[in-house]
């Protein structure tokens, strides 16, 4: 399809742009076993009584019509990948064969379809439809038993404007294609809605469904939140769920695991954990050196995982600690047939005693798009004057207070934030690669800007170390979209998880 034709597609849905013709690739390559290959459409409609244009999928489904399971799968699956797409949640329609029209040319066409729904040519199917996914509801999802799970699925259909036949109380949160943002706005609503003051994100992604949450929040009304402890555990699960090799993710130097909720949406095959630092809990305090850290994180990969084949990643800072955990798997005689780094290099001591907590404090606003960040560098010579609270204020004195509001970040919040990511940093100061692991693969980007001057020169100079810590050469390198903080976020993680895909499936996963 041309540029110009690309263009005229382009429809604005709620001050969404997408291109339908993107959304049916990414649906297509999802390799959702529910559709017809290429029999699915997308285009914007507008119901009665309606007031704007929504996003319609309509494709033909290739299970039995009998089959609800498989029904309620593909749909599931399609809003997850539209919604991180678009921000907007789909209308879908399954239709049988035959009955999705083609142009002259034998293609699907959007414009007969589109009549074709509007002239309710298939209201049979709509009604039919609506008909199984309210019985497929009232059979399996169970109603709320008490008064804390009723309020907290209210508040989930309100807050995230979900359908009431998407969620129930047994329903997985973190596999309802919920993003970083939804999740911090959640926890904001549970906050005021139970009038705890603080409630901690881990409570959140460990407690992955509203009967296990109701549970929880009943603990936290009962004990204060500054003398709640909640034993520490690294392992969170992203994506419980599928029959693939398990892949773990280790986070960035800022610590936080949130930064790749929005890549594991398109795993829904997959179960996904990742590794998260010590420190954020109330009462809990940051890893002190790197013995402490691997250790910690190998016995949580091994008790979640005994035995391999292993599959890891880490984000820039986390690429090291994957390739240390790795090193200790191997050395088990277990085998890990997948270990990639995203954007980092073998050698950072150097990098890392260039941070100190001020600049730990400039990198989570940035990372968390709070302010301009050429305006957050020229502070940084002001800010090391002045103690670490007054840093703050000042931070937040600056920062997108909407933005601050939907990550529900506080002055104590971005401090103790600060206070892990500054342990890590610390603990890299003294780190020097040693040892080698089997194979590694190199997702590389822009690097930062104090770093490398392009990706070319960061590749060839920096990246390329890692050679010296593989056995037999088996390095790979795969250049991908955006910038350091930007390679997985909503506007290029559509195009970056197709490459992990295939090269988690290049190498045998």
């Excluded at 409609?45 to 290739?62: D, F, G, L, M």
């Excluded at 199984?132 to 209210?154: F, G, K, N, V």
């Excluded at 980092?344 to 260039?354: D, S, T």
């Excluded at 002055?411 to 940093?425: D, E």
Aim: proline share 6%.
């Amino acid at each position: 399809m041309t540029l110009v034709g690309r263009v005229k597609e382009l429809v604005n849905i709620n001050g969404v742009k997408y291109l339908p013709h993107d959304l049916e690739t990414a649906i297509y390559e999802a390799h959702i076993t529910g559709i017809t290959p290429g029999f699915v459409t997308c285009f914007s409609y507008r119901p009665s009584p309606a007031k704007t244009e929504e996003i319609y999928v309509i494709y033909q489904h290739a299970y039995d019509i009998n089959d609800n399971q498989t029904r309620i799968s593909t749909l599931h699956a399609i809003v997850r990948i539209v919604f991180l797409s678009t921000g907007s949640r789909p209308h879908v329609l399954p239709l049988p064969p035959s009955r999705l029209e083609k142009s002259t040319l034998g293609k699907l066409s959007r414009a007969k379809i589109s009549t074709s729904l509007s002239q309710g040519h298939y209201k049979d199917m709509e009604l039919l439809d609506a008909q199984i996914l309210q019985a497929y509801r009232s059979q399996h999802y169970c109603e709320p038993r008490d008064d804390t799970e009723r309020r907290l699925l209210s508040l989930f259909i309100e807050t995230l404007h979900y359908d009431n036949t998407e969620m129930g109380i047994d329903t997985p949160i973190l596999d309802t294609g919920i993003s970083s943002v939804d999740l911090i706005r959640l926890k904001s609503a549970c906050e005021t809605a139970f009038g705890v003051a603080d409630i901690p994100m881990i409570i959140i992604m460990t407690n992955t469904t509203i009967r296990a949450l109701a549970l929880a929040m009943k603990q936290l009304q009962q004990t204060p939140s500054s003398d709640y402890k909640n034993e520490y555990n690294p392992v969170v699960t992203l994506q419980p769920n599928g029959s693939k090799n398990e892949l773990w993710l280790i986070h960035p130097g800022i610590g936080e695991i949130l930064v790749f909720l929005n890549l594991v949406q398109y795993f829904p095959d997959r179960p996904i954990y990742a590794l998260r630092p010590r420190g954020f809990n109330p009462g809990a305090n940051p890893f002190q050196n790197q013995d402490e850290i691997v250790d910690s994180y190998y016995r949580g990969v091994k008790t979640k995982q005994p035995n391999g084949p292993y599959a890891l990643a880490g984000y820039s800072y986390g690429s090291v600690l994957a390739f240390e955990i790795s090193k200790l798997l191997e050395a088990d005689g277990e085998k890990v047939q997948f270990l990639g780094s995203f954007n980092l290099p073998p050698h950072i001591k150097e990098r890392m005693r260039q941070l100190d907590w001020t600049e730990g404090v400039k990198h989570i606003a940035h990372f968390c798009a709070l302010a301009d960040e050429d305006r957050l560098v020229e502070m940084v010579p002001s800010l090391r004057l002045v103690s670490h609270d007054e840093q703050v204020s000042r931070i937040l004195a600056i920062a997108d207070k909407e933005r601050c509001a939907q990550l529900g970040l506080t002055h104590q919040s971005l401090r103790t934030w600060t206070n892990v990511a500054f342990s890590l940093q610390k603990i890299g100061w003294e780190y020097e690669p040693s040892g080698n692991v089997a194979q590694m693969d190199i997702f590389y980007c822009q690097p930062l800007r104090d770093v490398a001057k392009t990706r070319e020169e960061y590749r060839n100079t920096k990246l390329n170390r890692w050679e010296d810590f593989v056995r037999n050469g088996d390095v790979r390198f795969h250049e991908v979209d955006g910038e350091h903080y930007t390679m997985i976020g909503p506007e290029h993680v559509g195009r970056f998880q197709l490459r992990l895909k295939r090269v988690l499936a290049e190498r045998g996963l």
